[in-house]
């Protein structure tokens, strides 16, 4: 059946691609052309510092793949899932004029922050901005912001597991296929085609494993399911944040990449040929400005939809390996534009999956929205029916592969910061197996209240802060490049102020249930102990009050240096030549 | 009898072009998946050697540091094929790192 474009997903996709078009061909170049002056013959960090470990020319097809592959996680997926609630009409100009004129602004600029800056990543470059006090912040920051991550995924892949029978198998398979690939890899020298071959059949034979067996059911473990498989996770996690990385987690992503791509490219050309296969938009296109339990529109939808609009773990990942790889200042726009605007399409694709099932799903808050939705848009032109069962697990996978891979490398950051951060009397606080520990041990208690949408909110505007951070520093180094720095600064001043007041609102809400002006945040079965369920809430009110101050320290301690620079108070910045 | 040539010449410097441009696009989808799929693991495990060079420089030259780690009969058997790396390895060692490098393995 055929029905209309405009009925359809697909004209608002083909929309989206025009302004990303728009944005690379046209905006970035300006940029690129009259603020960097970007020029093939300037030295790069990695030409200047070859040291063939951490700096090296790449080519910028790589580092556009390395690029995509490390911003692109659950942001873009499940992001616009709480951002419908509004309607998806907001959803998708948020995420058009998110990219447009911030979120590649942000991973570009970053990468020639790094690049013009013999190399430096986000650390030293805050304290040349703002001192030594400057980067301690940060770092604190960081640290918050990892546990927030981690509460948020750890909680996610636990729900996956929870609602989507035959899921953890098929998780379980892949892992074994990722130990066997890497086996074969580096102690056995296979050929790299052969194994890759073999564990791309190996994950979908997991995959259709998972779907005959749909074992375990909902509710296997009964009221505290979601508690035991976040402990199961935390135990695979464990393994993986102590043992070497050829040995668990490099040949896991490895085989994981697969599914991963091909979700992508499933869900994308699903939404495209929606009107082929008759998918029509069922979601209202604007449902309010506030909504129950998420709250209103504004601040909220700006930091619902993270790195799918703009992402402040992109500017952690500019800077700490990509701008030290570039092989030439040109490479800069296709590879951070590019990657950018590339996940912003994924995102709108994602957003489609969620516009074409039922509001039902939506308003109760159903996590299964997505799967449905991607199978809808994948299953007319795969098969239909048929393959609806087997589509439904590769998509709940295809979920769980982007938070567990993000997530076995998020607490494996926390184990090496806290090496880093502890030292003295608290030394045996960064010992590997106590930091770990740690670092699992947190996130599973926060995660323990159920409300992953508060959680999620308080990640979204940790992120997105940290994005208006990186874009203030940005305008900060423009401005002492006597450079017109506008493009930076109207973005950090919109990121600044929409992810403080996000921030304020969250914490303003666990305020009002620690104060018990508001009933707690918990869902079954933390409900049967009110003592502990308004001791986390009490909790998250306190790391609401840390991370806004925090992000307001630095916001305020950032704009005062680009003011200065604005005012030539500041040295100007020598371009390295 | 002219044109002939010059057509056959064009339709042959358009396979040239042709099997250039196949070649590009063949190099960036292979360099796409490489970075999608390696390259993050690729530059761990580098800096893993680096880790592990820093070590056995430290435990080669640790006598003449100040730190006699080894007998220095053994220090100077080894000493040969340490010294081509003592640049780069002060290089290395002495470049300033921040916790946030540490993002990238």
New interface residues.
Partial sequence: MQVGYLETPSLWIIGALIAYAVAYYFYARWVDEHIWEVSESRTTPAHM?L????YFP?????????????IAALGPILGPFIAVAYGWVPALIWIIIGNFFIGWVQDYSTIMLTVRNEG?????LV?NAIGERG?KI??GY?LFYLLIISAVFIYLVSLFWNVFPGSFIATIGIIITGLITGELLYKYKANIFGVTAFAIILTLLSVGVGTVVAWPPKNVFGPWSLQVWSIILAIILFVGAIV???KFI?PM??VA??PA?GGVILIILGALFSPLGGIKVLQPGFKGWYVQGVGPLFPILFVSIACGAISGWHS??S???TG??LDVETDARPVGAGAMLTEGLLATSALAAYMVVSPDLIAKGKIAAFVNGATLLSAFYLGGKASMAYLSTFFAIFLVIYAITVQALVTR?WR??SA??FRGTWSWLGNKYIATFIGLLLPILFALTGSWINLWIYFGGSNQLLAGMALTLVAFYVAKMRKPSWYSAWPAAFMTIVTLAALLWETYSFGLSTFGLAPVKAKPPLTQYPAAAWALNALFFIIGIVLFVLGLYMSYALWSAYMKARRGEVEAKEVST | MVIIPLFGKKKERGREEGAKDKEKVS???????????????A????????HMEHLFMLMTLGDMLGFPIIPPYYSLKILPYVVPNIK?WK??LF??R????????
């Fill in positions: 510092y040291d063939g470990v951490e790449v080519s910028r097809y790589v580092l556009y793949g390395f690029q995509f592959k490390s430096r990543s986000m650390g030293p304290y980067r940060l770092l960081l070497p990385l050829p490099t992503n490895f990449v697969f791509i952690l990942v800077t700490s390996t030290k790889q950051y090496v910061f880093e951060l | 190099e960036a989808i292979k360099g796409v998946l490489y970075g999608f799929a390696v390259h993050g693991a530059t761990a495990a580098l800096k893993t050697r680096m780069s290089q290395r470049r300033e921040d916790f946030t490098d540490m993002l990238s393995g």
